[in-house]
């Protein structure tokens, strides 16, 4: 099941599974795929690092009776295709978010991401202010340390995969046991994490090729960083969402709100940083208020 045409092994009940082709010309561009479902006003779901479009497997059906949802496997992640040389900084990702609302058309756009989605959230906003009707960025991933500051494990694992020479090497070899820890590392509540979850993000970190791509998400920290400077361009309502348990310190989290004074602010008791998974209930309830 490790090809490039390996099928996800979790369907999301109501979701259909479509793709966008890449744009005449645009060599480095790929298929990317999304999953759709619900009606009412697009909202645009986007993921975090070395997850895919079934990290929302719990929140989809708590909003789509509110929202057409869009969640996007961003560029060479998940199922959407994965093409030698393409770049996977902060520019090349948004680039695929904004190929979703450009070739599919949409207005009026609710955009959400966590983690790295959250930055990618933002900073598309900022490119595509006549499309984008309000962000919801959930623990956004623009601080250094970002993952390494989960665990010990965490930081030996991500350090050895920005090693020049083995990095590769180590990128490739994903133990089960230990992939666990560290995304066990990112919740409060660690019976969040379902094995069937696991062994989804390990069929697809066995596709040909994606050891690059997890290399090259982690070695582009430092542009989502940088795309902080961005966030005072958007127009749109911002809500910022962090767990409290997030790997963000309140240093990083006060430092947003200062550059976003206009934008609503809630912490999620007890949680993590991947709130999708262990409450997506108050995401859910959010959105909904806000439909």
């Not at 623009?142 to 020049?164: K, N, Q, Y």
């Not at 020479?165 to 490739?172: D, F, K, L, R």
């Amino acid at each position: 099941m490790s090809t490039q045409d390996s099928r996800p092994t979790i369907h999301i009940p109501g979701t259909t599974s479509h793709t966008i082709a890449p744009r005449a010309g645009r060599s480095r561009e790929g298929t990317l795929r999304y999953l759709k479902a619900g009606t009412g006003a697009p909202l645009v779901l986007l993921h975090t690092v070395r997850t895919q479009a079934e990290h929302f497997r719990h929140l989809i059906p708590l909003i789509a009776d509110h929202y057409t949802v869009y969640a996007l496997d961003l560029p060479g992640m998940g199922y959407s295709e994965i093409v030698p040389g393409a770049s996977y900084d902060e520019p090349g990702m948004r680039t695929g978010v904004e190929r979703l609302l450009t070739e599919l058309d949409l207005h009026d756009v609710t955009l959400v991401g966590e983690s790295m989605g959250a930055v990618l959230a933002l900073t598309t906003a900022a490119d595509l202010p006549e499309r984008v009707r309000r962000v919801v960025a959930v623990n956004a991933y623009d601080f250094r340390g970002g993952i390494a500051r989960s665990s010990l494990l965490a930081r030996v694992v991500v350090s050895g995969v920005l090693t020049p020479g083995v990095g590769p090497v180590i990128a490739g070899v994903e133990p089960k046991p230990a992939f666990s820890k560290i995304l066990q590392g990112g919740l409060g509540d660690r019976t969040a994490l379902r094995e069937d979850y696991i062994d989804e993000l390990l069929q697809v970190g066995g596709r040909p090729g994606y050891p690059t791509v997890a290399r090259a998400v982690y070695q582009a920290l430092p542009s989502l960083i940088a795309a902080r400077s961005r966030y005072p361009e958007v127009t749109a309502p911002i809500h910022l969402v962090y767990g409290e348990k997030d790997w963000s310190r309140p240093s990083d989290r006060e430092a947003n709100k200062k550059l976003l004074p206009a934008a609503d602010f809630t912490q999620v008791p007890k949680a993590g940083h991947f709130i999708a998974l262990e409450r997506p209930d108050v995401l859910a309830g959010l959105l909904a208020a806000l439909a």
